[in-house]
């Protein structure tokens, strides 16, 4: 139970804000701390104490937003419209006017919602989106149910139950959702196993499906295949359903149920049957996948499936498929730097098979690609020729840069922030008060975090510049006496470990995953349990946030993926993110395969990012530490076929 101030506190709290100048004192720190902790307990009144000892503080805007957020359902405009423009654009006024929509939207006080509604920065979260549905509703918006069906109908995803039920009601009894709608979003449902989502809209549909029956279908579908159970006239989708989730295990088996169920399944049914078992089986890699795709060829293609396509096709180097593919993704997919290299590279490949003299459009796409050094920048290079690259102009902070980040007063909040470890607070206080930054003040922050051992901020404002770089700041290689030792020590090369590493951690010690990963170079327990007893150390969970300890680990761990997986980079890499056995079973059986295919084939989206970031990475780290010149296609090299070699370790 809070222990509110009522609102004569709160008229109180408008005058301390307003009388605010921003100046720090030296106890500050210990009454942040204070009001954070009497905010945690429900201590509103020790929270105002602090929110008037910090009132000549930049720190003191947090009690004084804790103050508001807490009580926002008492509070009046008068209250609230103060901080906000005191505070205009900060990060904690656009999270306070956030706040104050929700309140509004429980409210139904739809009039001042429309009002605030458009002044939110960010882009609004889902229960914010669909209140404003609801404020526009009230005003009898024509356009708003279109618009409404478009952003919230066709998704898997849970939403907000009470401001998106009353819209979706609405979508409903107004006929706007239409049933080939809601069969179209039962299929979804269905490809994410939201087992709660399918059931309300079969019975949305008139179809009682039993939740004891959809449990059996998940845990065995075969079985289900075989003797179906409930689903009545739905029971087809959920055939197709079984059938894919058979694939993932055993996909022969899964394929003789979809022959088996075809004379069941009407026309479309049976061509989305043919697009979801190969779907799965391009996430399993399997060859059989693009001829199950040309199968499906009379539905319409979404970008999903026909990305699945086109790295099936990119993996056989059928290069006809691959043009296909291209032009069935969207217009904004077709202009995704990835997808434009490849379009670059079928145009190659089509006019060497043709005997003809390379093609200017794609000449023009590589040259269009370049102007960044990004993964496929790089590539697009190479593919010129011996080309030089763009010029990195010299750029040097002046004082009045400097001068820019101290008057921030978000930026400011955010250091002060960083100094007591509130990491959360800190990284939110600098990323948002670097939107829209201009190069100068990107490169002066990214300065000053780095001279404060801020590492990830400092990479993550200098790598947002548009035109003034600074790749030093870019590629920061702190911990460098540890790490080249350690690299040393295990044969590997210095630039492709301090490339996993930014990928990995920024540099942060302390960096953990949301699966448990830890440290420099993010090691999971299991590893580096088992890499400590290699190296004959006493395992403790608490040796990852060890920079030194987490580098040995990390660099031995990275050595023994490298060693089973035929010395080849990328492999080890892959192997690094996703585990060593599954970037064995995406090697080719028995051939050689040019690196970027495997890369642009790696069936899990982090794993292909990452493997693409750390190698362009290293390349980056190479030139800074004046190894001798070398091609990000060279350094990537060639992928072998798979190697027996039995896998030991996690």
């Not at 819209?167 to 959702?177: C, H, K, Y």
């Not at 499906?209 to 006239?233: C, Q, S, T, Y």
């Not at 492999?571 to 050689?592: H, I, K, M």
Request: overall charge neutral; some cysteine; hydrophobic content about 45%.
């Amino acid at each position: 139970m809070l222990k509110g101030l009522g609102l004569p506190g709160l008229l109180w709290l408008t005058l301390v804000l307003l009388a605010a100048s921003g100046l720090a004192r030296a106890d500050s720190k210990d009454d942040f701390l204070a009001a954070r902790e009497a905010l945690r307990q429900g201590n509103l009144q020790i929270v105002a104490e602090k929110a008037e000892a910090l009132s000549r503080d930049p720190l003191g805007i947090y009690p004084r937003y804790w103050l508001l957020s807490a009580q926002i359902d008492l509070v009046s405009p008068e209250h609230i419209q103060p901080f906000l423009s005191y505070y205009q654009g900060s990060w904690l006024a656009e999270k306070l006017r956030g706040d104050w929509l929700r309140a509004l939207g429980r409210k139904a006080d739809w009039a001042r919602y429309r009002e605030q509604f458009p002044l939110l920065v960010d882009e609004p979260a889902a229960d914010l989106l669909c209140y404003s549905y609801q404020a526009r509703l009230e005003a009898k918006d024509k356009k708003v149910l279109g618009e409404a069906r478009s952003q919230l109908w066709f998704t898997a995803k849970d939403l907000p139950t009470a401001p998106c039920d009353p819209v979706m009601q609405q979508l409903l009894s107004s006929g706007t959702v239409s049933e080939a709608d809601i069969r179209d979003r039962l299929r979804l449902a269905l490809e994410a196993n939201a087992q709660g989502l399918v059931r309300y809209l079969a019975d949305l549909l008139g179809v009682e499906i039993k939740a004891k029956d959809l449990e059996k279908l998940v845990a065995n579908p075969e079985a289900w295949l075989k003797k179906p159970v409930g689903g009545g006239r739905l029971q087809p989708e959920l055939a197709i359903f079984a059938i894919a989730r058979l694939a993932r295990t055993n996909a022969d088996a899964a394929l003789l149920q979809l022959q088996a169920w075809q004379g069941r399944l009407d026309d479309k049914q049976k061509l989305y049957g043919w697009r979801r078992l190969a779907v799965v089986a391009s996430i399993t890699q399997d060859s059989r996948a693009l001829e199950w795709f040309g199968r499906s060829a009379g539905l319409e293609w979404n970008d999903a499936a026909a990305e699945w396509r086109l790295r099936m096709a990119l993996r056989a180097q059928d290069w006809d498929t691959v043009q296909a593919a291209l032009r069935t993704l969207s217009d904004e997919k077709q202009k995704e730097r990835g997808w434009q290299y490849w379009q670059a590279r079928v145009l190659e490949a089509k006019a060497a098979d043709a005997k003809k003299p390379a093609q200017p459009a794609a000449t023009k796409i590589y040259a269009q690609l370049s102007a960044d050094d990004d993964y496929y920048g790089q590539l697009a290079l190479e593919r010129l020729g011996p080309v030089l690259a763009p010029a990195k102009p010299a750029f040097t902070l002046t004082d009045e840069d400097v001068r820019r980040v101290e008057a921030n007063a978000g930026l400011q909040r955010a250091l002060r922030l960083n100094e007591m470890e509130l990491r959360t607070e800190a990284t939110r206080e600098w990323n948002w008060s670097l939107r829209g930054a201009d190069d100068r003040l990107l490169l002066a922050a990214a300065e000053t975090a780095n001279k404060a051992g801020w590492y990830d901020r400092a990479i993550y404002a200098a790598e947002r510049t548009k035109t003034l770089h600074n790749y030093e700041l870019r590629y920061l290689a702190p911990y460098r006496d540890i790490v080249r030792d350690y690299a040393q020590q295990a044969g590997l090369d210095e630039a492709w470990v301090y490339g996993l590493m930014r990928q990995e951690s920024r540099f942060v010690t302390v960096a953990r995953s949301g699966v448990g990963a830890g440290g420099l170079m993010q090691l999971m327990p299991s590893t580096a349990r088992w890499v400590a007893g290699k190296v004959g150390l006493k395992y403790e969970p608490s040796m990852v946030n060890d920079a030194g300890t987490n580098v040995r680990l990390g660099t031995y761990y990275l050595r023994h993926v490298l060693d089973v997986l035929s010395s080849q980079p990328v492999l080890a890499t892959a192997a690094y993110n996703a585990g060593p056995n599954r970037a064995r079973t995406w090697q080719p059986l028995d051939t050689s395969m040019e690196a970027p295919i495997y890369i642009e084939s790696i069936p899990f989206a982090e794993t292909r990012d990452y493997v693409k970031k750390v190698m362009t990475n290293a390349t980056h780290y190479a030139q800074a530490f004046g190894q001798p010149q070398q091609t990000l296609l060279a350094r990537i090299g060639t992928i072998p076929p798979r190697n027996p070699q039995v896998i030991e370790g996690p």
